[in-house]
């Protein structure tokens, strides 16, 4: 009989405030032996990390040996149980979705939730999910400095490719469609009086009134740059007043600004600006 696979964290999602994120995910390594999922209410995708690894896989009872290589990614909709035994120690990330972004995918290109008919999918090899997964991947490793607005569109962008691809949906959005000026006001407004917080995509998206994959979607086309560029922006605008003022230490001035920490703040600035936060001390580029 095999032995039971230890699945052991390397790095995790803070997940946010709340017990249900709507994105989480981690790195992990694995030992061998078989490791069985049990089923949830989440949608997991997985992704091989490193050096190429034999193992048999599969859901529903049907299991299937193959080689496992970087960048290979198998799909768990909710609902489904699943099995992996590796032959050698093995890494991976995982990403797990809450329903409701996954069907607030759905209802942005048409799908009524419940009626998405996902099927699980071993060894996915589509270049924009795995374009996405490592951007992912690089910001747990730096310890996500970009917050939760990041995951999130992150995760809703996953879940708007597999939700395309495996319901076999098109986008039903207008090309010229945007924010109306009220909704983008309310938008604009809310995240200036809140730049201190770690926004959630979810709450602006209540604010505009709209489901998430309408409001990433049209805010992008409105403002010409995605979310959560935007709100970096501003954060970077906030911290030049407040520097500028030279009432507060640097470290106040990036918690004032909703920066992670000193250093986050400092290289946006420097990337936005061209210049390190000391030049705002006494003068305006």
Known sequence: MASTATITPIRRSSGGAGPKPLVRAGIYTSSTGVYEAPASSRYQLSLHLGAPVW???????RVARRLQCEGDMDLTPAGFTG????????????????PALVEQAAAGIGLKPGKLGMEPQAQLRDARMQHIAFALKAELEADEPNGRLYLEGLGLALSAILVARYASAKD??????TLSPSRMRRVVDYVESHIEEDLSLQRLAEVAELSLSHFKTLFRRSAG??????VIERRVERARILLRQ??????????A???AHQSHMARHIRRQLGAAPSEFRTHDT
């Open 55 to 61: 193992m048999a896989c599969g859901w529903g009872g």
């Open 83 to 98: 099995s992996w035994e590796d032959e050698e120690p093995a890494s991976f990330l995982l990403i797990d979705l809450a």
């Open 172 to 177: 039903g959005l207008r090309d010229s469609q």
């Open 225 to 230: 740059r995605p979310v959560h560029r935007y």
């Open 246 to 255: 030279g009432q507060l230490p640097l470290a106040q001035v990036a918690a």
């Open 257 to 259: 600004a909703g920066f």
